[in-house]
């Protein structure tokens, strides 16, 4: 594998996903070390970040040595920036140093980072994955309670509504739980409520998911067939303008809840089993098309080609569908 000229922040993110089923795991980390030293790097930033996953790629394969001169590198790389990327890169020198007998050494690296667990997210992950490689995880457990404890003093209500609300705090409940069933401790109130929290996020996420079939999208040709075939089932729309409208809309209002990534699913006549005008039908055929990577993605710019395939500009298309 040859790693071309200038590797962006997102080269550097598709490296990570795939690294490590690589034929050759080892020569990737080289190849980004050498993309460092040699000012390959799309932005200079991500140097702390390549050097990071290069160490993190030698972790997994056990070459600790070679591990750990990438790591020092990239906190290096990172001086004095105070971040959670920063944190996880200190926290995966720690790993390392772990794994090499330098218990503390590594301990060293971790103390100053405590503070980490009630700023970041992921910082309860990082932290408690190095601890619990070093043998450390009831020490693990009392950093997260310590951060349970002091999180919730900061709140108003002790029972967040849901896991949303919850933030930071669900993240440490969260790693806190998982920490304390590996290591067999029973149940307290922070784990009961860590699975409440759990429960509620699995059940907004099925609800999220059951929305889905708002977003299947039938381009003007199959729409047409679907009226005259299933003249009752008026779910997608009565008309091709009433489906793209209500497309539009509901896009406009999941981008406005915060919804990233969106994206309508093209689906086709043939494709559909059963009777449209049943919801069970339009959620099933959903289902299979979200699981489909066939997706037009949404917005298009204002000047581009409308999401809806009639060929006119966005801003003159659907654009003002949803304020109609
Ligand atoms: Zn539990
Ligand atoms: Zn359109």
Not at 67 to 95: M, P
Not at 187 to 212: G, K, S
Request: hydrophobic share 40%.
């Amino acid at each position: 594998m040859s790693l071309k000229t200038d590797l962006t922040s997102a080269d550097l993110n598709e490296i990570r996903r795939s690294a490590l089923g690589a034929a050759d795991p080892l020569g990737v980390a080289a190849e980004l070390a050498d993309a460092v030293d040699a000012g390959r790097l799309a932005d200079q930033a991500d140097a702390g970040y390549a050097l990071a996953l290069a160490a993190e790629i030698a972790e997994s394969r056990a070459k600790f040595d070679a591990a750990l001169r990438y790591v020092d590198r990239a906190v290096e790389a990172y001086g004095t920036r105070d971040d959670s990327e920063t944190g996880a890169a200190r926290a995966l020198r720690a790993r390392i140093l772990f794994q090499t007998g330098h218990d503390d050494e590594a301990m060293a690296e971790l103390e100053p980072l405590r503070p980490l667990l009630t700023r970041y997210p992921d910082a309860s992950a990082y932290l408690s994955s190095a601890l619990d490689i070093g043998k450390r995880a009831r020490l693990a457990e009392q950093w997260l309670t310590e951060a349970v404890q002091s999180t919730l003093a900061e709140r108003d209500s002790a029972e967040p509504a849901n896991a949303e609300d919850a933030g930071q705090l669900f993240f440490l409940l969260q790693q806190r739980h998982r920490i304390r069933h590996a290591i067999g401790l029973p149940h307290d109130n922070h784990d009961n409520l860590a699975e409440r929290l759990e429960t509620r996020l699995a059940n907004a996420t099925a609800a999220e998911a059951a929305t889905e079939h708002e977003l299947v999208f039938f381009p003007q040709a199959e729409f047409e067939r679907l009226r005259a075939k299933w003249p009752a089932a008026t779910a997608y729309g009565e008309s091709f303008d009433e489906h793209r409208a209500h497309l539009e809309t509901e896009l406009v209002r999941l981008a406005g809840a915060g919804r990233v990534g969106l994206a309508v699913l093209p689906g086709a006549l043939d494709g559909l089993t059963g009777d449209p005008a049943e919801a069970k039908t339009r959620a099933a055929y959903a289902r299979q098309l979200a699981a489909s990577s066939r997706r037009i993605s949404w917005p298009p710019e204002r000047n581009a080609a409308c999401w809806c395939g009639s060929g006119n500009k966005y801003k003159k298309c659907c654009l003002p569908r949803s304020r109609g």
